[in-house]
C-alpha cells in the first residue's frame, strides 16, 4: 500500500512524463502558420519605386507604389487597364508593400525540406519548402504543383539571387487542388519573366521584377525595393485562399 506521500509522488512523476509525451514534432508543425498575402492579397503587381506598363496589359485586381508614386502606362492615359484601385504611395499601397515585406521574411525563414537543380522545368512537386542546389533559380518548362497531399498545402521556393523563365514554354501547372494563392517564389535580388511564359504563383523579389510581352499569372508580383515593368502581360490577384 502506498502511503499519502508516496502516491503523490507517482502521480507527479506520471504527470511529467504524460507532459512530455505531448511534446511531439507533429503537433509544433500544426501550430507553424501559413505564409499569407495579407493586405497585398488584392493587388496584381505592386513596387517600391515604380510600375510601368508598355501596351495592353490587363491586372484583374489592384495595382500601386510604395513608397514610389509612378504608376505609368495605365488608364486613361495609357493602354493598359487595371480593374480595382490605382495606389500609387498612398496608404493601401504602403500597407500592401509591408504585407509582401512580412510575407517575405517569413517564407524565407522557413527550414527547406527539399533541394533542387537550378532548373525547375520537368518537375512535379508536392507541397514543401524548396531550396537550390546553386543561388539561382530558372524555368524552362513545365513546373507541376500537385497539392494531392494536401490542397492547402504551400509551395515555397527560397532563391538566393535570381529568378528566371527563359523560354516561352515556361509553365506552372497546377493539379490535385493545389492553389495558385500558396506558390511563392522568394527571390533574393530580382525576377525576369520571358515572353509568353504561364505563371501561377506569388514572385516576392528583393529588388525588381521585369517581365516581357505576353506572359500571364495568377497571385501577386511584388518587388520589395525596386520596379515593376510590365509588357501586355496578363496578371490576376488572388483575393481567396484556403491555407
Not at 94 to 103: D, K, M, R, V
Not at 125 to 143: E, H, I, Q, W
Amino acid at each position: 500500500m502506498f502511503g499519502a506521500s508516496k502516491l503523490a509522488l507517482v502521480v507527479s512523476i506520471a504527470m511529467q512524463f504524460s507532459t512530455i509525451s505531448l511534446g511531439h514534432p507533429a503537433v509544433l508543425e500544426q501550430r507553424t502558420a501559413p505564409i499569407v498575402m495579407g493586405l497585398a492579397k488584392t493587388f496584381g503587381a505592386i513596387a517600391a519605386t515604380t510600375l510601368t506598363s508598355t501596351g495592353a496589359t490587363v491586372i484583374t485586381g489592384n495595382c500601386g507604389t510604395c513608397p514610389g508614386t509612378s504608376i505609368t502606362g495605365f488608364k486613361p492615359s495609357g493602354a493598359g487597364t487595371c480593374t480595382g484601385s490605382i495606389d500609387a504611395g498612398n496608404t493601401a499601397a504602403c500597407n500592401a508593400e509591408a504585407a509582401c515585406l512580412t510575407a517575405y521574411n517569413d517564407a524565407a525563414a522557413l527550414v527547406p525540406t527539399t533541394t533542387l537543380p537550378t532548373d525547375l522545368a520537368g518537375k512535379i512537386l508536392p507541397p514543401g519548402v524548396y531550396d537550390f542546389t546553386t543561388v539561382n533559380a530558372v524555368l524552362s518548362g513545365l513546373l507541376t504543383l500537385n497539392g494531392t497531399s494536401n490542397t492547402k498545402g504551400q509551395f515555397i521556393f527560397q532563391i538566393s539571387t535570381t529568378f528566371k523563365t527563359t523560354t516561352s514554354l515556361a509553365k506552372v501547372t497546377l493539379i490535385g487542388g493545389a492553389q495558385a494563392c500558396n506558390v511563392y517564389f522568394i527571390v533574393g535580388s530580382s525576377a525576369t519573366i520571358y515572353t509568353g511564359s504561364q505563371m501561377q504563383g506569388n514572385i516576392l523579389a528583393y529588388t525588381s521584377i521585369a517581365v516581357n510581352s505576353g506572359a500571364s499569372n495568377k497571385g501577386t508580383w511584388c518587388a520589395l525595393n525596386g520596379a515593376v515593368t510590365l509588357i501586355d502581360d496578363a496578371l490576376t490577384a488572388q483575393p481567396t485562399c484556403s491555407t
